[in-house]
């Protein structure tokens, strides 16, 4: 892993999500929608990663670059850390999952990326929640989970053509191979 | 004895995942000035990207293409009456400036008062937060230290009095409130929009007057025994109560009295006698009342923001000069 390539892309990412990314929020009746441009990443890094420490690790600062440039959630302000566990644990998981899949192609970067937002949204909204000064209604815990949802799918969308481009980068953060790519029946 | 002891990046992440664990768990304490530090890193590059984004969406808000049919001639009826009114008060005018040519006090009159108990602080939005969920907003305020608490606004104040002021005299026109600051380091601050889901303000419910439209029946409970009359300028008192934000981009008003007869359209203003306010400040307007499905005799009043909130980009921070309430 080439550490301080990962590190300026994922300070470009925040850059973009927390600017022209809010082009491609829109409100909804659960609240606002929006993608999560570093996810991809992560799950791209967990797909390359020679050793599963490599994939939590550049997991873990792109959690926690998400956690600093994010004040407010679903229970108004928020702490900082679960993003960077949430983060690293999904790409722990990813990892291990990963020869299941057939990685190259895109209905499987989109589902495992969708997959990706699910669970480490999921995990920060909860401990969000928990950790919430005053108590979280039901009912806003359950809107948070819609938005989440609602984020992972459109994550997915955009996925592909990220994985696109980050590919295009590969040799700039990711160092020789991440072992055999399972390819595809013929 | 020697002890070997490898240190790798298995090591390292375990202490990493138990730092943030331990950040988690230590809440705000160490939120507030993590980001802090963090939030030197972004607003050098994050200015411009930020100015595209305001730009484009501030062309893009539908609020933007002007009124619709119903609301222009709503308007153009307001305007009219309005204009009746202002007639009236001109000819009264008129007497009171005879009579007060009489008087010779002008020290009294013209002399330097304090109009608004605070200063106004051009700040600018540099970045969103990361997240959708996220209702906030980095703002930078001339690299000043901010007041956490402060309210933001939108527009700036303007004077109509012909003499020359002295700087911090001012009149508050048409402004919004947007939010307020709830963090705040030394160049950047965070502020926390008014349709947060943890945003609250004591504020003044306007019942909206329109000539022509359909009577409110409402109970009048000022000192005497309930009585139901019709909504009047002489009855008209504004209806204290608390906004909050919803997350999805609006506000609300839980528990309003039914027999207020608080209709869309009405206006929501942040009021002063709460103490954060040093002035009352227009928030947003009515556009659905809700019953209360377990008492019938409260309502669920839901607004929406007068501010364009997705397109914010320059906002005025009120800091007061002296605290606010006191002498």
Same mark, same amino acid.
């Given at each position: 892993?080439?550490?301080?390539?990962?590190?300026?892309?994922?300070?470009?990412?925040?850059?973009?999500?927390?600017?022209?990314?809010?082009?491609?929020?829109?409100?909804?009746?659960?609240?606002?929608?929006?993608?999560?441009?570093?996810?991809?990443?992560?799950?791209?890094?967990?797909?390359?990663?020679?050793?599963?420490?490599?994939?939590?690790?550049?997991?873990?600062?792109?959690?926690?670059?998400?956690?600093?440039?994010?004040?407010?959630?679903?229970?108004?302000?928020?702490?900082?850390?679960?993003?960077?566990?949430?983060?690293?644990?999904?790409?722990?998981?990813?990892?291990?999952?990963?020869?299941?899949?057939?990685?190259?192609?895109?209905?499987?970067?989109?589902?495992?990326?969708?997959?990706?937002? /699910?669970?480490?949204?999921?995990?920060?909204?909860?401990?969000?929640?928990?950790?919430?000064?005053?108590?979280?209604?039901?009912?806003?815990?359950?809107?948070?989970?819609?938005?989440?949802?609602?984020?992972?799918?459109?994550?997915?969308? /955009?996925?592909?053509?990220?994985?696109?481009?980050?590919?295009?980068?590969?040799?700039?953060?990711?160092?020789?191979?991440?072992?055999?790519?399972?390819?595809?029946?013929? | 004895?020697?002890?070997?002891?490898?240190?790798?990046?298995?090591?390292?992440?375990?202490?990493?995942?138990?730092?943030?664990?331990?950040?988690?768990?230590?809440?705000?304490?160490?939120?507030?000035?993590?980001?802090?530090?963090?939030?030197?890193?972004?607003?050098?590059?994050?200015?411009?990207?930020?100015?595209?984004?305001?730009?484009?969406?501030?062309?893009?808000?539908?609020?933007?293409?002007?009124?619709?049919?119903?609301?222009?001639?709503?308007?153009?009826?307001?305007?009219?009456?309005?204009?009746?009114?202002?007639?009236?008060?001109?000819?009264?005018?008129?007497?009171?400036?005879?009579?007060?040519?009489?008087?010779?006090?002008?020290?009294?009159?013209?002399?330097?008062?304090?109009?608004?108990?605070?200063?106004?602080?051009?700040?600018?939005?540099?970045?969103?937060?990361?997240?959708?969920?996220?209702?906030?907003?980095?703002?930078?305020?001339?690299?000043?230290?901010?007041?956490?608490?402060?309210?933001?606004?939108?527009?700036?104040?303007?004077?109509?009095?012909?003499?020359?002021?002295?700087?911090?005299?001012?009149?508050?026109?048409?402004?919004?409130?947007?939010?307020?600051?709830?963090?705040?380091?030394?160049?950047?601050?965070?502020?926390?929009?008014?349709?947060?889901?943890?945003?609250?303000?004591?504020?003044?419910?306007?019942?909206?007057?329109?000539?022509?439209?359909?009577?409110?029946?409402?109970?009048?409970?000022?000192?005497?025994?309930?009585?139901?009359?019709?909504?009047?300028?002489?009855?008209?008192?504004?209806?204290?109560?608390?906004?909050?934000?919803?997350?999805?981009?609006?506000?609300?008003?839980?528990?309003?009295?039914?027999?207020?007869?608080?209709?869309?359209?009405?206006?929501?203003?942040?009021?002063?006698?709460?103490?954060?306010?040093?002035?009352?400040?227009?928030?947003?307007?009515?556009?659905?009342?809700?019953?209360?499905?377990?008492?019938?005799?409260?309502?669920?009043?839901?607004?929406?923001?007068?501010?364009?909130?997705?397109?914010?980009?320059?906002?005025?921070?009120?800091?007061?000069?002296?605290?606010?309430?006191?002498?």
């Amino acid at each position: 892993m080439r550490w301080i390539p990962l590190l300026i892309l994922t300070y470009l990412l925040v850059v973009v999500q927390t600017t022209l990314g809010r082009l491609l929020v829109f409100s909804t009746a659960i609240g606002p929608v929006g993608p999560d441009l570093l996810a991809p990443l992560a799950v791209f890094v967990a797909f390359g990663a020679r050793s599963w420490p490599d994939a939590m690790l550049a997991a873990w600062a792109m959690g926690l670059a998400v956690d600093l440039a994010t004040a407010g959630g679903p229970a108004g302000a928020t702490v900082v850390g679960p993003m960077a566990v949430a983060y690293a644990l999904t790409a722990g998981v990813l990892f291990r999952v990963r020869e299941a899949f057939f990685r190259e192609r895109v209905l499987t970067q989109g589902l495992l990326t969708c997959a990706f937002c /699910l669970l480490a949204h999921g995990l920060w909204i909860t401990a969000q929640s928990l950790l919430a000064p005053g108590a979280v209604p039901w009912s806003l815990y359950g809107r948070a989970w819609g938005q989440v949802a609602a984020v992972g799918l459109y994550t997915a969308v /955009l996925t592909p053509l990220l994985h696109y481009a980050f590919s295009k980068t590969r040799r700039w953060i990711l160092v020789g191979s991440a072992g055999a790519v399972r390819r595809g029946r013929r | 004895m020697r002890f070997r002891t490898t240190f790798t990046r298995k090591h390292v992440l375990g202490i990493l995942v138990a730092l943030s664990v331990l950040a988690s768990v230590s809440g705000p304490r160490v939120a507030g000035p993590l980001r802090q530090v963090a939030g030197f890193l972004l607003p050098p590059v994050s200015d411009l990207p930020m100015y595209a984004v305001t730009q484009v969406q501030s062309r893009l808000s539908p609020r933007q293409g002007g009124l619709s049919a119903v609301e222009a001639e709503q308007l153009r009826r307001e305007n009219d009456y309005l204009r009746r009114v202002s007639a009236y008060w001109r000819r009264y005018g008129e007497v009171y400036r005879r009579r007060s040519e009489d008087l010779s006090n002008f020290q009294r009159m013209y002399g330097p008062t304090v109009d608004l108990a605070c200063e106004l602080i051009p700040a600018r939005i540099l970045a969103a937060g990361a997240l959708p969920y996220d209702q906030t907003r980095m703002v930078r305020g001339g690299g000043r230290k901010l007041r956490v608490g402060s309210p933001v606004t939108t527009r700036l104040l303007v004077t109509r009095r012909a003499k020359a002021l002295p700087s911090r005299l001012a009149v508050v026109t048409s402004n919004f409130l947007v939010g307020r600051i709830v963090a705040s380091g030394a160049f950047t601050a965070r502020l926390q929009l008014i349709t947060d889901p943890s945003f609250a303000i004591p504020v003044r419910i306007r019942r909206v007057i329109v000539p022509g439209q359909r009577r409110r029946w409402i109970t009048v409970t000022g000192g005497e025994l309930p009585r139901t009359a019709p909504l009047t300028a002489a009855n008209n008192e504004p209806v204290d109560a608390i906004v909050r934000g919803t997350g999805t981009g609006r506000l609300v008003v839980r528990d309003v009295k039914e027999y207020h007869k608080i209709r869309p359209g009405d206006l929501l203003v942040a009021s002063a006698a709460g103490g954060e306010m040093p002035t009352e400040v227009h928030i947003g307007k009515v556009v659905e009342v809700r019953r209360d499905p377990e008492d019938a005799r409260r309502v669920t009043v839901l607004a929406e923001p007068h501010a364009p909130l997705a397109g914010l980009r320059n906002v005025y921070i009120l800091s007061p000069i002296a605290p606010v309430g006191g002498s």
